[in-house]
T-cell receptor
Framework: GDSVTQTEGQVTVSESKSLIINCTYSTTSIAYPNLFWYVRYPGEGLQLLLKVITAGQKGSSRGFEATYNKETTSFHLQKASVQESDSAVYYC??????????FGSGTRLLVSP | DMKVTQMPRYLIKRMGENVLLECGQDMSHETMYWYRQDPGLGLQLIYISYDVDSNSEGDIPKGYRVSRKKREHFSLILDSAKTNQTSVYFCARGSGQLYFGEGSKLTVL
C-alpha cells in the first residue's frame, strides 16, 4: 500500500535558525503521486501549506519550501529562518489515483525564543 | 466558501451503542473523506466518497460504515461502538487540496 514516513515526532529549533522536517513516501501506484504539506497551528484546523504535483519541482509558501525528489522518494520541508509563529504540527501527505490521500504521523515544531 | 461542518463536536457513548457522526459541506463537492486521528499515528483514512452512493474503503474501514445520500452530507456510522474507536474523527472535502472540518471527539466508555 501507500505510506508516508515522518521520522521526527517533535523538533525544537531556536528562533531565526534553519529547519528541516523529513518526509519520505512509498507508493504502489505506477504514476507519480501528488505531494503535500499540511499544517495545524494551535487552536486551528488542519490546512494546506504547500503542494507539488510534478516530480522535480519545488513548492513554497510562508517561507517554507519542499522539493519533490522522485529518486529518493522524499519531500522534506525546509525553512531558512523560523519564527515563533511557525510553531505547529506539520503533516506530509501523498495523493494517489482515486483521490486517496495518505498522511504521515506528523511532526510537532517548537520554536524557542 | 470552503466550510466543512461536523456534528457533534464532542460525544460520549457506552460500548455497544450506535454512533452517528455527520459532516456537511456547502460546495456540493464530489469527493469527501472520513479520517480518524490518534496520538502519534497521524490521520488514518476510513472511507472515501466520490459521489452519492459511491463510497470506497480506505485503510481502516473495519467497524465503520458510511452513508452519502446527498452530495452535501457524508455520515460515518459505528454500529455497536468499541472502546478502541475512541478517537478524533475528521471529515474533509476536496480533491488536490483537502478542506477539513474541526473534528468530532468520540469517547467510548
Amino acid at each position: 500500500g501507500d505510506s508516508v514516513t515522518q521520522t521526527e515526532g517533535q523538533v525544537t529549533v531556536s528562533e531565526s535558525k534553519s529547519l528541516i522536517i523529513n518526509c519520505t513516501y512509498s507508493t504502489t501506484s505506477i504514476a507519480y503521486p501528488n505531494l503535500f504539506w499540511y499544517v495545524r497551528y494551535p487552536g486551528e484546523g488542519l490546512q494546506l501549506l504547500l503542494k507539488v504535483i510534478t516530480a522535480g519541482q519545488k513548492g513554497s509558501s510562508r517561507g517554507f519550501e519542499a522539493t519533490y525528489n522522485k529518486e529518493t522518494t522524499s519531500f522534506h520541508l525546509q525553512k531558512a529562518s523560523v519564527q515563533e509563529s511557525d510553531s505547529a504540527v506539520y503533516y506530509c501527505a501523498l495523493e494517489t489515483g482515486g483521490y486517496k490521500v495518505v498522511f504521515g504521523s506528523g511532526t510537532r515544531l517548537l520554536v524557542s525564543p | 466558501d470552503m466550510k466543512v461542518t461536523q456534528m457533534p463536536r464532542y460525544l460520549i457513548k457506552r460500548m455497544g451503542e450506535n454512533v452517528l457522526l455527520e459532516c456537511g459541506q456547502d460546495m456540493s463537492h464530489e469527493t469527501m473523506y472520513w479520517y480518524r486521528q490518534d496520538p502519534g499515528l497521524g490521520l488514518q483514512l476510513i472511507y472515501i466518497s466520490y459521489d452519492v452512493d459511491s463510497n470506497s474503503e480506505g485503510d481502516i474501514p473495519k467497524g465503520y460504515r458510511v452513508s452519502r445520500k446527498k452530495r452535501e452530507h457524508f455520515s460515518l456510522i459505528l454500529d455497536s461502538a468499541k472502546t478502541n474507536q475512541t478517537s478524533v474523527y475528521f471529515c474533509a472535502r476536496g480533491s488536490g487540496q483537502l478542506y477539513f472540518g474541526e473534528g468530532s471527539k468520540l469517547t467510548v466508555l
